[in-house]
């Protein structure tokens, strides 16, 4: 069999697999969203065996198979007569593909159905429990999906910490050992600026965010503002859920979520823009590449880089609103026809610490994202008993924010992410929020005309440039060589602290 042909057999297998991983990703979008509650026993089942089917493929003896054409299964490395014919991309592609195939090959079947089966299940308990503020009702869930996520990373394998393998599955090649530090120098700042912030005179006007707005206006002033980021609704979607969240079947149908409320203003825009983002990376992925690593994501850290890039560096800018807030106004005159833009503009970039995370405020966000990483760590490791997590989430609010939260709903039960779980996925925010701050220092050099175009309601440029710079590549690079390719630096908080510093210096009038 000539290369050319095993790659293109590889490929055709390959996008067979992910026609099973979409039917699976569309029920659990369903699950989130449409599904009556009825349904989870049944949904759980489905869930599990598609996943189960589609894990059995990848690691079948075909697969092997064609790996063994291409290159040597027991290490990655492309077979010498074989990387003379193929291209950059062509080995990028059998590079990851083996990563991908290596990790399966250690989960067996019987692990894979009863991890995708609990997950299922737990997440529908955590939605009650959630709304019902009762920790013990989702606790044997998570009880179970801890043990689970143990077990998975002794199939994985790792060095020094489990926890390493269930990081990898999102950021890969990214470690305990890497963060720790990167964490406490952000953190350091972090708080040295939260101080600063405290004591200046400057006081926003919070309670222009909390009075009555209609939802459904709420929801279309959303989609506007997805219109103008280039969020084509021909190829997407735009829905309500408990957690706002995008899910991605193909480039040419990426749905996103959001949730709103009538009394939280922010909530519902900043959540449209923020999976906006998302939502743009999934649609600027490359289709000819659909199931192959070529036309998914870096990495989750890269990912969120784009949902925090729109959220923040264009969402709370001042450029952005010039054009959106006579919009805004219009469609609530009586709440904000006579609010100067400054005002409102001061408020949407309030610093305050705050009990959720998918509303914290720019700065203190990460804060949130570190105590969870804390957690994680410690109870995948074993040093925290998963019962005593709500009275440890408390602690930690404590410490790191000056807050306790006075209900579980509002604590240790606020995120989705454990009931799915994914452990592991916590750090990629704030590897994204630092990612999206390089990347958006490198789109105004690269965009001279960027801040008129923001005036201006133009957001395509922007949109472009990280199709161009980012989307296109599908895994083509890994993160850090990405970001390097793009920016000519490698990771670093600066760009992210150094522009807090300038932002919130001139709103708070800091010394």
Not at 118 to 146: G, H, I, M, Y
Not at 237 to 246: E, G, M, Q, W, Y
Not at 305 to 318: D, F, H, I, K
Request: glycine share 6%; charged share 20%; aromatic share 10%.
């Amino acid at each position: 069999m000539s290369d050319s042909t095993a790659l293109e057999l590889l490929k055709t297998k390959l996008r067979s697999i992910h026609h099973l991983h979409d039917a699976a990703a569309l029920l659990s979008w369903d699950q989130e969203t449409y599904m009556p509650t009825g349904g989870g026993a049944i949904r759980a089942e489905q869930l599990a065996t598609l996943q189960t089917l589609a894990h059995d493929q990848f690691v079948s003896a075909d697969t092997e198979a064609l790996l063994i054409a291409l290159l040597d299964t027991s290490s990655g490395a492309i077979l010498p007569e074989q990387a003379a014919s193929l291209d950059a991309a062509s080995q990028a592609l059998l590079r990851e593909t083996w990563r991908d195939f290596s990790r399966a090959k250690k989960l067996p079947s019987t692990f894979v159905n009863e991890l995708e089966r609990e997950c299922s299940l737990a997440q529908q308990v955590w939605v009650k429990a959630r709304k019902t503020n009762d920790f013990q009702l989702f606790l044997p869930n998570l009880e179970r999906l801890v043990e689970l996520k143990r077990r998975e990373a002794d199939y994985l394998g790792f060095t020094d910490s489990p926890y390493n393998a269930l990081l990898d599955t999102y950021e890969p090649g990214a470690t305990v050992a890497q963060l720790k530090p990167l964490f406490h120098t952000l953190r350091t700042e972090l708080v040295r600026l939260l101080d600063q912030i405290r004591q200046s005179p400057v006081h926003p006007q919070t309670s222009l965010m909390t009075q009555s707005y209609n939802t459904d206006q709420q929801v279309e002033f959303g989609r506007l503002v997805l219109t103008h980021m280039g969020y084509d609704f021909q190829r997407g979607r735009l829905d309500l859920s408990a957690h706002p969240f995008t899910t991605a079947f193909h480039p040419t149908d990426v749905r996103v979520t959001t949730r709103v409320f009538e009394r939280d203003l922010p909530s519902c825009l900043f959540s449209c823009i923020h999976e906006g983002g998302h939502g743009l990376y999934d649609q600027g992925l490359p289709p000819s590449q659909y199931g192959t690593p070529l036309g998914e994501s870096i990495s989750l850290g890269i990912h969120e880089s784009q949902s925090r890039l729109w959220e923040n560096a264009v969402g709370r800018s001042r450029e952005f609103w010039q054009y959106f807030y006579p919009k805004l106004q219009a469609r609530f005159p009586e709440q904000l026809g006579s609010v100067p833009e400054s005002e409102f503009y001061l408020a949407i970039n309030r610093v305050s610490p705050s009990l959720i995370r998918v509303e914290a405020d720019e700065l203190t966000y990460n804060l949130h994202i570190m105590l969870r990483f804390e957690i994680e760590l410690d109870v995948i490791e074993g040093r925290v008993m998963i019962d005593d997590l709500p009275d440890v989430w408390n602690a930690k609010m404590q410490d790191y924010l000056g807050i306790i939260p006075t209900s579980d709903a509002d604590g240790v039960l606020q995120d989705v992410h454990w009931s799915l779980g994914a452990f592991g996925y916590f750090p990629t925010y704030t590897l994204g929020n630092l990612y999206a701050a390089m990347l958006f220092q490198q789109a105004k050099i690269d965009l001279p005309q960027l801040g008129q175009h923001m005036t201006e309601g133009n957001l395509l440029p922007l949109k472009n440039w990280l199709n161009d710079r980012v989307h296109r590549w599908g895994r083509q690079y890994s993160a850090s060589d990405l970001i390097k390719q793009v920016t000519g630096m490698a990771l670093t908080p600066e760009p992210f602290i150094d522009g807090l510093r300038e932002k919130f210096g001139a709103l708070y009038q800091l010394p």
